[in-house]
């Protein structure tokens, strides 16, 4: 083999390792989720369904930002005020419609400066006509968190 093809196929394997380089080891650049803010998340979940499968809207809707925005894939964007009017209906129905966070689905990643996203599946369950219906849902959160309050101030809910 001759010295000057030697020489471009070495220049070739470097130039290559050198544009794969970047792409193999680039660093996630974001704020690793700590246990004490996935236990935030995790704990303020709990309190929101609790609230939600006791049908008490004294405590449920304190835990929204009045700027809610809810998007919904078979609803479009839910303003505020028919968000908590569905839920009110909701809450009148002869059957009661509870919710339980599909165990395991739980992911919780900071925002700087503003909060967290809470991403997971949940199941909702309740009786109608004699027959239990189940329906297990995606749903994104946009917690916010002020001093030491935290409050949803987006939902994307999909996958129905």
Same mark, same amino acid.
């Given at each position: 083999?001759?010295?000057?093809k ?18 193999t080891? #680039? ?5 690793p ?13 709990s ?7 006791? #049908?008490?809207?004294?405590q449920?809707k304190?835990?929204f ?6 998007? #919904?894939?078979n609803?479009?964007?839910i ?21 339980q ?9 900071p ?9 997971g599946?949940?199941?909702?369950r ?7 219906e189940?329906?297990?849902?995606k ?17 994307i809910?999909?996958?129905?």
């Amino acid at each position: 083999m001759n010295t000057a093809k030697f020489s471009h196929i070495t220049l070739s394997i470097i130039i290559f390792l050198t544009l794969l380089n970047p792409i193999t080891a #680039q660093e996630k650049k974001v704020a690793p989720t700590t246990q004490k803010l996935y236990n935030e998340i995790a704990f303020m979940d709990s309190v929101l369904f609790a609230a939600f499968n006791t #049908q008490n809207m004294d405590q449920f809707k304190p835990l929204f930002t009045e700027d809610l925005e809810w998007y #919904q894939d078979n609803g479009g964007l839910i303003p505020y005020e028919t968000v908590f009017k569905n839920f009110e209906n909701t809450f009148k129905k002869d059957f009661k419609l509870t919710r339980q966070l599909v165990k395991g689905s739980l992911e919780v990643h900071p925002i700087k400066d503003f909060g967290a996203i809470e991403i997971g599946v949940h199941q909702f369950r309740h009786i109608e006509n004699g027959k239990e219906e189940i329906g297990n849902f995606k749903f994104v959160m946009i917690w916010q968190k002020k001093g030491e309050q935290w409050k949803i101030s987006r939902v994307i809910s999909y996958d129905h």
